[in-house]
């Protein structure tokens, strides 16, 4: 498996060493890139994708990863874009994307954090990062974020906007290495006080003897 251990800067995702690839051998790798567990896919959207419901496709274990079965292709033009919910708050480390074959693979990846429904309409505005994507079918390049940037992320939206010279844009698979923070602290408190009223807000409740006659 090729290895590209040097630290080359990835278009303008970061500076020098920062976004450097790590080495696609390590077992660990696998374990690292498990946030495609973490991500609500029955709101997954991609938009301009040829076959609906295929682009959640791509989220798949880091062993499936060189599975060529599940795909998405783009319809219209290259143009994809993807929303990510996520069922917690992450914090986003690394991106690999394994595209398609000769031209079809994105040449470009913009990633925008917490914006919710984002249509190609939205996608001019500036991006949190973005790169500039080598090919890659073997899924050994990793494009490393800005984690200050890309903490607190309840919602990644993904956005190819071209190819390398194909009509179309295919993507095998993303894979997304980060930590993940479940949501449900609050929720949980705002249950127990609803479950739990304080007494004294419901004195008319009780029974009151200066409001009942004796006779």
């Avoid at 991006?127 to 992320?153: C, I, W």
């Avoid at 939206?157 to 894979?175: H, K, L, Q």
Wanted: aromatic share 10%; hydrophobic share 30%; net charge negative.
């Amino acid at each position: 498996m090729a290895h590209h251990g040097h630290g080359h800067s990835h278009g303008c995702g970061g500076h020098g060493g920062d976004d450097h690839d790590h080495d696609h051998d390590d077992p660990e790798v696998g374990v690292q890139y498990n946030l495609y567990m973490k991500i609500d896919k029955d709101r997954v959207e991609c938009l301009n994708e040829t076959v609906e419901g295929s682009g959640k496709e791509v989220f798949k274990p880091w062993n499936e990863r060189l599975d060529k079965s599940k795909y998405v292709d783009s319809d219209a033009d290259e143009e994809l874009l993807f929303n990510i919910p996520f069922t917690g708050l992450v914090k986003l480390k690394g991106v690999i994307i394994i595209g398609g074959e000769d031209e079809s693979h994105p040449d470009r990846m913009k990633l925008f954090k917490n914006r919710d429904a984002m249509t190609f309409d939205d996608v001019h505005v500036e991006a949190d990062q973005e790169f500039e994507l080598q090919p890659d079918p073997a899924g050994v390049v990793e494009y490393n974020t800005k984690v200050v940037r890309f903490s607190s992320v309840h919602n990644l939206s993904i956005y190819f906007p071209g190819n390398f010279g194909a009509d179309n844009t295919r993507v095998y698979y993303i894979g997304l290495r980060g930590e993940f923070t479940e949501m449900q602290r609050q929720e949980v408190m705002i249950c127990n006080y609803e479950l739990a009223p304080n007494p004294a807000d419901h004195k008319t409740d009780l029974f009151d003897p200066s409001q009942h006659s004796v006779y």
